[in-house]
């Protein structure tokens, strides 16, 4: 029996077989046969009523975009296949990015602060070979996902919103003038009443949900997603696993990223650590395209349970674990996804709209949380739902798409021969470079924020003191991926150049039609996000 075997089959659930069900998904989009789904239609004929202003399908991160839409007076249902509860599992998050909850009066002062689960100070950054480096409050908030989704979930239906729990999204078909969506077989055969929380005259077993705007927030493997990229091929993928447990030596430091081990198995391991309720969460994650030829998860689990005791010092059997954490999360470089259909806006995961060099979730979904609601909010306002319209929720987003590079030089591609100990030189010169220039420029990059005065200074600083490493990253990395990242960099230095601007054009707005209001505001936004400053 391996030790992934004998840890998880300790554990409560059949955490083994979803492991290996995980993993047969992650082998399907390697190999190229996963299924493209036909799930949106569409018909010339309209509705004739439109029951919602807005469906949501996804309930874990779409209740914050539902409270937040419920709350300024629109009528919103929810759909969730499941229950609406959050795991047990804490979502890690800095301070600063938790104040949006306060902005948009989803959370009191005192409902925000009960939602954090752990806090912890400071947190390290290490390199096989190199130097420690310390930072505080980056990451170092533990959000408590039960309460936070079933304060969030009391608050939507408060405000009149619709939760429909184990409703399934089946298939939706755009109307001119609304989206007809079809839900899970299970509710027009008997359905008990208990699933439908709503303050609206749906009936409990309706069968007919229509809307003016369709989200989708179903995360990576959301049909609606498959449809819309058409079996397109991840251009990198990044594996995680990890667990909570109990019994290891009291630490109240954590881990952004650390390495202790040279390239193996094509793969750079990556090592986070934190603080939780109850015990102490790692996880183990590395970065690689597409191939077939790469780890699978129920490996890369074996691997993690074989080098945690040299990470964290600790024996194996002296271990009590709490829950096992896995996933695989792929990205495009075709992202943010815009929608190709008029009334449907994908958001989060669905969109792609995080950084490769994160994991996306809800971290991604808080930090663009108020651009979604007010965009959202104005797009509804002004009738503003065409596929064109709906895009420019969806921008280019230069810092995100300049990190593309970033990623590629953390991995060990099949086919491409590198030093085993090259990725580790590399960050931890790279990492060292930020840390002696300061707070303002390593801070952001930990929080996935890229900007381009920090980015540049970091760069020149590297390449005068390391100049043939960096000459050596060239190879690894490819000539055209290097000449794609200076057209994002340059965007990046012209996007910053326009936030900066902003300020300056925002009143003249105010004297334009609504309709052209909405789109220069979505474009400040572009500039704001795309450069890092939001």
Not at 99 to 107: I, K, W
Not at 112 to 128: G, K, W
Not at 295 to 301: I, V
Not at 379 to 401: F, G, I, K, M, V
């Amino acid at each position: 029996m391996s030790l992934t075997e004998d840890i998880l089959t300790q554990l409560p659930g059949d955490v083994l077989s979803g492991l290996r069900q995980a993993d047969r998904l992650l082998a399907a989009l390697r190999t190229d046969t996963t299924a493209v789904p036909t799930v949106v239609t569409h018909s010339e004929t309209p509705l004739e009523t439109v029951d919602w202003d807005v469906i949501i399908c996804g309930g874990t991160l779409g209740i914050l975009i539902g409270s937040a839409l419920a709350r300024r007076g629109w009528r919103v249902a929810l759909l969730e296949r499941g229950i609406l509860r959050g795991r047990l599992q804490e979502w890690n998050i800095s301070r600063q990015e938790l104040e949006v909850f306060l902005r948009l009066n989803l959370l009191t002062e005192a409902e925000l602060e009960r939602a954090i689960a752990t806090e912890y100070n400071p947190a390290r950054v290490s390199f096989h070979n190199g130097s420690e480096i310390w930072v505080k409050d980056v990451l170092n908030l533990g959000i408590d996902p039960v309460y936070l989704l079933e304060t969030l979930k009391q608050k939507f239906l408060a405000a009149g919103g619709t939760l429909l729990e184990n409703t399934p999204f089946v298939s939706a078909i755009v109307h001119p003038n609304g989206v007809f969506v079809e839900q899970g077989a299970g509710r027009d055969k008997g359905d008990k009443e208990e699933n439908v929380s709503h303050s609206s005259p749906l009936t409990p077993h309706s069968s007919l949900l229509t809307t003016r705007l369709l989200i989708d927030a179903m995360g990576h493997l959301s049909p609606m997603t498959k449809q819309a990229r058409q079996g397109q091929k991840p251009d990198s993928i990044c594996l995680v696993v990890g667990s909570c447990a109990q019994g290891f030596p009291q630490n109240q430091t954590g881990d952004l990223i650390a390495t202790f081990t040279p390239i193996q198995n094509r793969c750079q391991y990556f090592w986070e650590a934190f603080p939780a309720k109850d015990g102490r969460t790692t996880y183990l994650f590395t970065y690689m395209n597409a191939s077939p030829e790469h780890l699978g998860l129920e490996a890369l689990f074996e691997e993690y349970l074989r080098l945690l005791p040299q990470y964290q010092a600790v024996d194996l059997d002296k271990l009590h674990f709490q829950r096992a954490l896995f996933g695989f999360f792929p990205a495009y470089r075709q992202s943010p996804l815009r929608t190709p259909w008029s009334r449907i806006l994908p958001v989060g995961d669905s969109s792609g709209n995080q950084s490769p060099l994160s994991f996306g979730g809800f971290g991604a979904m808080v930090r663009h949380l108020e651009r979604l609601t007010l965009g959202i909010h104005a797009a509804l306002s002004s009738d503003r739902l065409s596929a064109s319209s709906l895009s420019l929720l969806a921008p280019y987003q230069p810092n995100l798409s300049v990190t593309w590079l970033f990623q590629k030089a953390m991995r060990a591609d099949t086919g491409v021969n590198i030093p085993p100990e090259r990725i580790n030189r590399l960050l931890a010169a790279v990492f060292l470079t930020m840390h002696q220039l300061g707070d303002r420029v390593l801070k952001p990059f930990l929080q996935d924020v890229v900007q381009f005065l920090p980015l540049t200074q970091t760069l020149l600083k590297t390449a005068i003191a390391h100049p043939l490493l960096v000459a050596q990253i060239i190879p690894h990395v490819g000539l055209g991926a290097l000449l794609d990242w200076t057209s994002h960099y340059t965007n990046l230095g012209i996007y910053s150049v326009l936030s900066r601007l902003s300020p300056i054009i925002q009143p003249w707005l105010k004297k334009l039609p609504a309709p052209q209001q909405y789109e220069y505001h979505r474009w400040i936004d572009a500039w704001r996000y795309g450069s890092g400053e939001e």
